[in-house]
């Protein structure tokens, strides 16, 4: 099981681990950050990039799919479900959308093409923004 935690240094400066790495998040200027770190949705859309870019990866050395670049992009807005196309009835109010940019050069037919557009969509945290989330929370206040 992944474990990552986060603890408050200062103002909303938050330094992260997963007992290996160590990053910081914080926000920016305008929200009262210093601006020190990126902010949480930030580090959301990297995991997310991140993970796109290795799955695409993986499965074209598994495959032999000769890539010569890759770049993936994603960036996040609230809408309303009212102006969201991929919305069912079920939604309603403000929505999270994340829109993705994946650019795959190399040289290949349309069919690897197609495939690997469906690889990308299988990335694991694609999966699990996708498909949603349990939490369990326990909270422990002095």
């Not at 997310?48 to 799919?65: D, N, Q, V, W």
């Not at 993705?100 to 469906?118: A, C, H, K, V, Y």
Request: net charge negative.
């Amino acid at each position: 099981m992944a474990k990552v935690t986060a603890e408050l240094i200062d103002g909303y400066q938050v330094d992260i681990t997963n007992g290996t790495h160590t990053w910081r998040a914080d926000e920016p200027l305008d929200l009262g950050g210093d601006d020190t770190g990126p902010n949480p949705y930030d580090l959301l859309l990297g995991s997310l990039a991140s993970c796109t870019t290795i799955t695409l990866t993986m499965y074209a050395k598994r495959k032999g799919i000769d890539i010569t670049s890759l770049s993936v992009s994603y960036s996040h807005e609230r809408v309303h479900a009212k102006d969201c196309e991929q919305c069912d009835d079920s939604h309603s109010g403000m929505v999270d959308r994340i829109n993705s940019e994946i650019f795959i050069d190399g040289n290949f037919d349309e069919e690897t093409r197609t495939r690997l557009t469906d690889i990308a969509q299988r990335c694991p945290v694609h999966k699990t923004l996708a498909n949603g989330v349990v939490f369990d929370e326990t909270i422990y206040a002095g």
